[in-house]
Structure formats: C-alpha cells, structure tokens
C-alpha cells in the first residue's frame, strides 16, 4: 500500500506562486518505482491532469495552460514530488491531487494511476 499526502495549498492572488508537496509513505513505495502526477479538479469540472514526473524524474508533463509556469520536480530521498507553482492564474483554482501509477516511465491517464491522496484547495484571487 502507498498513502499520498497533499499540502502547501492556500489563497493567493493571482500573479503569486505556490509550492504544494505529496509526501509518500507506504512499504510498498520503497520497493517499487511509481511515477507521480498532479491532477486538479475546478469546480463544476472534470478532473484533468496538470503534471507529470517519472520515476528517475528525467521525464516530466505538463498541461499546456500550464507550461512554463508549473515545475513538478521529486526528492527520491524524501519520497516527496513538489509542483511550483508560479504566475498563478484564477482559472488555476481547484483541488489538486497527486497520484501514484507503479512503473519507471511516465503515465498520464487517470485509469492507470493505483493511489491517490485526498487533495489540497488552491485559490486564486483576481
């Protein structure tokens, strides 16, 4: 079993930046390669992949609406994947979700992601 843990969400006016966390835990985890993705999920909208990192973290995704502002980066050490968020936009508000998929290479579909944690709130104000 892996547990995904999101934090570093909050209100912040558009323009400011934001560094969310997903710390993982779990045996499992420490055995096994996982790539991590950041989802985000507006209100009144459907869940959409924002990032993407690979095990080694050589291999990166990101939405377009987000390139060049996003950097999703990991600490193997920590077991923890980081999205800094900079040049935040109000239509960048939502819950933001990391998940957890087994494998080296990078995996972009929700159907394939195995763990999730419970999100964090991201609000931008205009």
């Known amino acids: 079993q892996v547990q995904l843990v999101e934090s570093g969400g909050g209100l912040v006016q558009a323009g400011g930046s934001l560094r969310l966390s997903c710390a993982a835990s779990?045996?499992?985890?420490?055995?096994?390669?996982?790539?991590i993705d950041w989802f985000r999920q507006a209100p009144g909208k459907e869940r959409e992949l924002v990032a993407g990192?690979?095990?080694?973290?050589?291999?990166?995704y990101y939405v377009a609406s987000v390139k060049g502002r996003f950097t999703i980066s990991r600490d193997k050490a920590k077991n923890t994947v980081y999205l800094q968020m900079n040049s935040l936009k109000p239509e960048d508000t939502g819950v933001y979700y990391c998940a957890a998929a087994g494998g080296t290479g990078l995996v972009l579909t929700t159907d394939r992601m195995t763990y999730w944690g419970k999100g964090t709130l991201v609000t931008v104000s205009s």
């Open positions: 990192i690979n095990w080694s973290g050589s291999s990166t």
């Open positions: 779990g045996r499992t985890f420490s055995y096994y390669a996982y790539a």
